[in-house]
């Protein structure tokens, strides 16, 4: 599964921005679609991500940081995922990754249950 991110930007504190991720090889039933960022002299840390099955349809989990602001979504279909960004704040400020794996339920939130990574995608939020 390659990934291709996208829509990032310079956006003021309070704004919205929408980024999309782009799976060029089929997502199964089972696959977890996600997002992780990572600010400068961080470590790269969990956002959201989503998982589809024909048993328990679509689960998503999200980073308490931004729970409520950020909403995933994914287009099975298309093989898509999406990443809508509310009320950002100067500490989102972080290049977006998305990633693709089938993490155990330990690894949901870590980098390590993900074997496939996009390039990146720079959102900036100016205060």
């Known amino acids: 599964v390659q990934l291709q991110a996208s829509g990032g930007g310079l956006v003021q504190a309070g704004g919205s921005l929408r980024l999309s991720c782009a799976a060029s090889?089929?997502?199964?039933?089972?696959?977890?679609m996600g997002w992780f960022r990572q600010a400068p002299g961080k470590e790269r840390e969990f956002v959201a991500t989503?998982?589809?099955?024909?048993?328990?349809?679509?689960?998503?989990y999200y980073a308490d940081s931004v729970k409520g602001r950020f909403t995933i979504s994914r287009d099975n279909a298309k093989n898509m995922v999406y990443l809508q960004m509310n009320s950002l704040k100067p500490e989102d400020t972080a290049v977006y990754y998305c990633?693709?794996?089938?993490?155990?339920?330990?690894?949901?939130?870590?980098?390590?249950?993900?074997?496939?990574w996009g390039q990146g995608t720079l959102v900036t939020v100016s205060s």
């Open positions: 990633a693709a794996g089938v993490p155990t339920r330990m690894e949901v939130r870590t980098t390590a249950g993900y074997d496939h």
């Open positions: 090889g089929r997502t199964s039933s089972g696959y977890y």
């Open positions: 989503s998982n589809w099955s024909y048993w328990s349809g679509v689960m998503t």
